[in-house]
């Protein structure tokens, strides 16, 4: 396993970080303790140390399992916690929930008691709430990591204009900096493409992909055969729930299915190693979340970064998965573009400039991240 520093910190994270959604059953989609403490094991003995989970994930549970696993193999320390708030846990109570300070406070405390820690290495704002002014947060977020209780601070799911204004106050004010968006990216998903992956490269924020197997549809299990979709898995669990990140059987992510797997097919890997593989090395991308219900799943997933994709399968891949551009991203296309730099081709900066620099540890390689 690879590790990297994250956004502006010298905190060393691995590159392939494990996402508990799926701790404790509650939901219906998951894995029971059993299983989930073995995901955790295989996880840790594969070298990995970033571990994703949120006070919303199956009602608690995954912090408390989380917490109980870390404790009982003694790995506190060695394990980079990341936890998220914003989502309210107490019906009928306003200020149990959202960005404000109050409920910051509130929700890290829940936290750390459920993950039985006295601190989060990673703390993070879940979801935008639409209404608490960014000096808000990051000055609470500041006042965190100052009182030792929280070590670095990140966003999740949030518009870009909302985390730049984060970071530049965050800059500007001398106050600790985001260390990473967290945000859905994938092949059938590619929209932050957009704003978020320039504002990761320029503002440093890094980014952090969820759902990089769309909920396991990249895996190819799902089949549509007459109007129908066949296939066992959360997706078939959750179909018509309404919540988008789960509306994944459409015709147009299909076709990119099918793109995926004649390329896993040519290069005699499972169709999640490389659809994983392709997130893990788009720009501005710092870790994938890897999802599981099943050590299968799992030990599939963490062989997604020893090889390559070569130029032309990850064009064709590029292609079948590219996002629609839309007003005003077209203004930004090489066709506009030409005719403001008088028909010349004029990039950022060198290629070179973005490329990483390899800082060799002790039996691990330690990299400073691409942006
Ligand atoms: N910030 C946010 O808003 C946000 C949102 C969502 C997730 N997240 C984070 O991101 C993490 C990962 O998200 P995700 O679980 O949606 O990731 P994902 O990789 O898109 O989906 C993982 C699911 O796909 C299936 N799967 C995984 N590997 C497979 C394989 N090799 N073969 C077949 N099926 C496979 C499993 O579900 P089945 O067995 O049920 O098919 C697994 O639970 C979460 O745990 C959470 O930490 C964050």
Redo the contacts with the bound molecule.
């Keep these: 396993m690879d590790y990297f520093t994250l956004g502006k910190t010298g905190l060393k994270v691995s590159r392939l970080a494990l996402?508990?959604?799926?701790f404790g059953d509650d939901w219906g989609?998951g894995a029971d303790e059993k299983n989930s403490r073995a995901l955790f094991d295989m996880f840790m003995q594969a070298g990995g140390n970033f571990i994703?989970?949120?006070d919303l994930y199956t009602g608690g549970n995954s912090e408390k399992l989380l917490g109980k696993f870390i404790k009982e193999t003694g790995t506190r320390d060695n394990v980079v916690l990341t936890t998220?708030f914003s989502y309210n846990t107490e019906p009928g109570n306003v200020n149990a929930g959202g960005n404000g300070r109050k409920n910051i406070i509130r929700a890290l405390e829940g936290s750390l008691k459920r993950l039985d820690t006295d601190y989060i290495d990673l703390y993070m704002l879940?979801?935008w709430d639409k209404v608490t002014p960014a000096e808000e947060v990051i000055r609470t977020f500041d006042d965190l990591v100052r009182s030792g209780k929280v070590r670095h601070v990140g966003i999740?799911?949030a518009p870009a204009w909302y985390i730049a204004q984060l970071q530049t106050l965050a800059t500007e004010r001398g106050l600790e900096p985001l260390a990473t968006a967290?945000l859905?990216y994938?092949l059938v998903e590619r929209n932050i493409e957009h704003e978020f992956v320039p504002m990761a490269q320029r503002l440093g924020t890094s980014l952090m992909a969820?759902?990089?197997?769309?909920?396991?549809l990249l895996?190819g299990?799902y089949k549509p055969s007459n109007n129908e979709v066949k296939g066992e898995?959360?997706?078939a669990?959750v179909a018509g729930s309404g919540n988008p990140?789960f509306e994944k059987f459409s015709d147009r992510n299909f076709k990119i299915v099918a793109e995926l797997e004649r390329v896993a097919d040519h290069l005699g890997r499972?169709m999640?190693q490389v659809a994983l593989n392709w997130v893990a090395n788009q720009p501005g991308v710092s870790s994938v979340?890897?999802?599981?219900?099943?050590v299968t799943?799992l030990q599939?997933?963490l062989s997604s970064l020893d090889f390559e994709i070569p130029k032309d399968l990850m064009e064709g891949l590029n292609k079948a998965s590219a996002p629609e551009v839309k007003n005003p991203y077209s203004f930004f296309t090489p066709a506009i573009q030409g005719m403001i730099h008088g028909g010349a081709s004029v990039g950022d900066k060198p290629s070179s400039y973005y490329q990483q620099t390899l800082i060799q540890g002790e039996g691990a390689g330690v990299t400073a991240d691409a942006d």
């Design positions: 996402g508990t959604m799926t989609w994703d989970t949120a998220k879940h979801t999740s799911d967290q859905e994938s969820w759902s990089p197997l769309a909920s396991g895996s299990k898995g959360r997706l669990t990140a499972s999640a979340l890897i999802g599981a219900t099943k799943q599939d997933n």
